[in-house]
């Protein structure tokens, strides 16, 4: 089990794959968007598929992370991601990244500016907080205005599942919403 933080090259790799998927993605497709069922097939198919390929972005996202620090992968929550809908479209309107009242939950938020991002380039920076994460003294060195917290949730030991929701707010902006369970960052014991 890796006790230290991840090192600089394997950031630099998430953070380009992340920019790569956000350039790849131009004409991504969100979970607003219909499937207008042309080809005979299931109205419903497209946007099916399309969030089945959120999911695996996501946790691929969240358990590289995990896996770079030797904890146990997260398992996605249908009920936990029906949370996190909700509460993502309630911020609709003004796309703020404010913390959802129901503390049952951890839980991570990221606005993007514009409507083409995929789910890797929403959830990157949350792991990318990690190089200012020290193991060996419980600590996060960020600069002014940052912090550690999203990364420590993202690879906190005993949170085993996870649901998000994607959605296009009415700015035009994306707003990804994470939630945990259990909960980590709480007492003052390290994440994993």
């Known amino acids: 089990m890796a006790r230290t933080s991840m090192s600089s090259s394997l950031w630099s790799i998430l953070l380009l794959l992340a920019l790569a998927a956000a350039l790849c993605t131009s004409s991504a497709a969100t979970d607003d968007d219909v499937d207008d069922g042309s080809n005979g097939a299931d109205p419903d198919a497209g946007r099916r598929a399309r969030a089945t390929a959120t999911v695996a972005e996501i946790l691929s996202v969240h358990n590289a992370a995990r896996q770079a620090v030797g904890v146990p992968p997260l398992v996605w929550s249908p009920q936990i991601a029906g949370y996190a809908k909700g509460f993502a479209h309630s911020r609709r ?13 951890g839980e991570n938020i990221f606005v993007g500016k514009g409507r083409h991002w995929n789910a890797t380039a929403l ?70």
């Open 93 to 105: 309107g003004d796309c703020a990244p404010r913390r959802s009242p129901l503390f049952y939950f």
């Open 123 to 192: 959830a990157a920076p949350w792991v990318a907080e990690g190089r200012w994460y020290d193991y060996e003294t419980n600590s996060c060195a960020a600069p002014p205005g940052a912090g550690c917290l999203r990364y420590t949730q993202v690879v906190w030991r005993n949170t085993t599942q996870v649901g998000c929701a994607r959605i296009v707010c009415d700015s035009g902006d994306t707003l990804l919403v994470c939630d945990y369970f259990p909960p980590g960052n709480y007492g003052t014991g390290r994440p994993y």
